[in-house]
């Protein structure tokens, strides 16, 4: 360690010196910055937060979300209402003083930036900037454009990407970085900045633009694409982008702003080898390649667990290759730990639920996006079944937000209090309201298996599952994603659900992974939990030292580095 620490200190602390940009709409630095909805910004912090333990030289841009995403509270029905989240930027980031100005339809608008530094392990800083156009010298109405993520309609959504895009390169060039010849393009709503950097550079220069940019694609379904009518942008955006449009899309309408990603960026990749398949034939594009998705292990490791892999794995957070030595951890010393998160999950669920659950039953956990691919009421398909196979042996803790405008969504939440109510008395379920990234942590660490059941193959990673694997929670999930390359029967934990052979999006047969949950539950799962408790210990091994050493995002980001910045992670 000593070493290592010597090496970054001869690592430039000058912040003008990053070569890489990473642009993306949402990031989750912290719980209490809820600039962020899902996955995806919790993605994006766990990579800024590997690149600053890594030396990485990046810089993030992101946009400040007023109001947050929203705060979901649920009545005794399920249905939810949606609140904003008051939170002062003044209180978690530093407004600077520089300022760089867009144009909106006619109208400039200015655009001011606050920075957040995000510190890593030995003292390197990834700063990151959120630009924001809530200033006095624009509109009431231009003020309110960054309001809210993802809310408002497409006219809205469009200003957005226009203030990350192209403000974003423009506040980059006013903060003075002279260096950034990458730009990282996470998610397609980062893809204006592709045309600022040809307007930068003059007219004919696609092709040096396209050297320096790199584009992730984070989901199969078409809702996470954005598509705008070409007479919507021509309104929005100033001529000069529109001849570059024009050029790029060749005449198309509308404009996929995922289309124009994937023309102008050098690198392009999915976030799971299955979803780099699943991309390659849904934009007929044989070059896109994957780079599998984690999570950064120090900041999803429950404090039980990290006190125990500081005793037995040292290094482990600065290279969580070293997981792979979790097999030598003393059995009881994994259960202790297992069992003093699992108290603080029970402590969250009694606070937050008012219901006492029982230590040693054993403990399932669902929490993700309410979208309805994600099914989370697919265990409660038949209830007959599963009081039978379930009665007073397991109890659920769920959690998850619906989008404010997703009904399907909403009414899967719906049906979720319903089998609570139908359960009562028989197997206890409980619904967490307003998930988080802190009750995200409390329960991927606290829970005994962690469920997921997507529609294949629309789960294009999936992160959720990669925390509890760190924190020794074995999970049991449909072959999709990320478990596609993690999952080994019965030693890292187990699938639902036949052998993932869907290329595309398309339907198939629900009753196989309903079945498959409910016959593994009965026969293997309970068993295990309740009769072989060795084993069970085992499998919690096998998880850290075999999932948890890959899924993370040290291991994602050298990757990134290696394949698609062509920064070697090797240059200290
Ligand atoms: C990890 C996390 C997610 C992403 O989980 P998935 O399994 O990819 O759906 C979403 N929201 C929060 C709050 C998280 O912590």
């Given at each position: 360690?000593e ?5 970054f200190?001869r ?6 010196k ?6 993306t ?10 600039s962020?909805?899902g996955?995806?910004?919790?993605l ?9 333990d890594l ?16 705060h979901?509270t ?7 209402t949606?609140t904003?989240v008051?939170?002062n930027?003044?209180?978690k ?6 300022y760089?100005?867009i ?14 530094e ?28 960054n309001k809210?993520?993802?809310g408002g309609?497409?006219?809205i959504?469009l200003?957005?990407e ?40 003059g ?6 633009v ?6 992730t694609?984070?989901?199969p ?6 598509v ?15 001849d ?13 702003l995922?289309?124009?990603?994937l023309?102008?960026s ?9 979803h780099?398949?699943v ?8 070059a ?6 984690g ?7 429950s404090q039980?667990?990290?006190r125990?892999?500081?005793?037995y ?11 792979v ?24 669920v009694?606070d937050?639920?008012?219901i006492?659950?029982?230590l ?12 309805a691919?994600?099914?989370a009421?697919l265990i ?6 599963l ?8 109890q659920f803790?769920?959690a998850g ?8 969504g ?13 359960l ?7 619904y ?6 802190h009750?995200?942590?409390v329960?991927?660490?606290?829970v005994?298996v962690?469920?997921n059941n997507?529609q ?25 994603g990320?478990?596609?390359?993690a ?17 595309n999006?398309s339907?198939?047969d629900e009753?196989l992974?309903i079945d498959?949950?409910?016959e593994?539950?009965?026969?293997v799962?309970?068993p295990?939990y309740?009769?072989d408790?060795?084993k069970?210990?085992r499998?919690?091994?096998n998880t ?25 992670p090797l240059?200290?």
């Open positions: 360690m070493r290592t620490s010597a090496i200190k690592l430039s602390q000058d912040k003008s990053r070569e890489i940009a990473y642009f709409m949402e990031a989750a630095l912290e719980n209490d910055i809820p962020f909805s996955g995806l910004g919790v994006a912090g766990d990579t800024l937060r590997s690149a600053a030396g990485i030289p990046m810089v993030g841009v992101t946009l400040l979300q007023q109001y947050g995403y929203f979901q649920l009545d005794d029905s399920g249905n939810q949606e904003e008051k939170w930027p003044d209180l980031l530093t407004q600077l003083p520089n760089t100005e144009k909106i339809e006619n109208r400039i608008v200015r655009v001011r930036v606050w920075e957040y995000v510190v890593g392990k030995y003292g390197y800083v990834v700063p990151v900037y959120f630009l924001d156009v809530n200033t006095p010298e624009n509109s009431e109405q231009d003020r309110e454009l809210q993520l993802y309609g497409q006219y959504r200003c957005q226009v203030i990350l895009g192209i403000g974003g390169i423009r506040m980059l060039r006013d903060l003075g970085f002279r260096d950034i010849d990458r730009y990282h393009l996470n998610e397609g709503h980062a893809s204006l900045l592709a045309l600022e950097l040809i307007r930068e550079s007219y004919s220069s696609y092709d040096k396209k050297q320096n940019c790199v584009f694609t984070h989901t379904v078409p809702a996470g694409h954005d705008f009518e070409f007479d919507l942008v021509k309104q929005v955006l100033s001529p000069v982008y529109i570059y449009l024009r050029d790029i899309l060749e005449g198309e309408n509308p404009v996929n995922t289309t124009i990603s023309k102008l050098r690198f392009v990749n999915g976030v799971s080898a299955k780099g398949e991309s390659r034939n849904m934009f007929k594009n044989p896109i390649e994957s780079i599998t998705n999570v950064h292990s120090a900041t999803w490791t039980s667990f990290r125990l892999f500081n005793q794995i040292p290094g482990w957070d600065i290279d969580p290759s070293h997981f030595q979790a097999m030598f951890i003393p059995d009881e010393e994994i259960w202790k730990a297992h069992m003093t998160a699992k108290g603080k999950l029970l402590s969250l009694e937050e639920a008012g006492r659950m029982d040693n039953r054993l403990t399932i956990g669902f929490a993700r996006r309410a979208a691919y994600k099914r009421d409660f398909s038949d209830l007959e079944r009081i039978e196979i379930a009665g007073d042996k397991v803790v769920f937000k619906a989008h404010p405008k997703d009904g399907e909403k009414q899967v939440i719906r049906n979720i209090f319903a089998a609570i109510e139908q009562k008395g028989k197997i206890e379920v409980v967490i309201q307003n998930y988080d990234m009750s995200g942590g329960l991927t660490s606290g005994d962690w469920l997507p294949r193959p629309r789960e294009a990673s999936g992160t959720s599952g990669m925390k509890s694997a760190h924190n020794g929670v074995l999970n049991f999930s449909v072959l999709d990320w478990w596609i390359e999952c080994i029967e019965g030693v890292t934990g187990w699938a639902i659900g036949p052998e993932p052979n869907e290329p999006l339907d198939y009753r992974d498959d949950l409910y593994k539950l009965e026969k799962i309970i295990l309740y009769e408790r060795s069970w210990i499998m919690m091994k850290i030292a075999l999932n948890a050493a890959y899924f993370n995002t040290h291991r994602m980001v050298k990757e990134y580095a290696l394949k698609a910045y062509h920064v070697s240059f200290q």
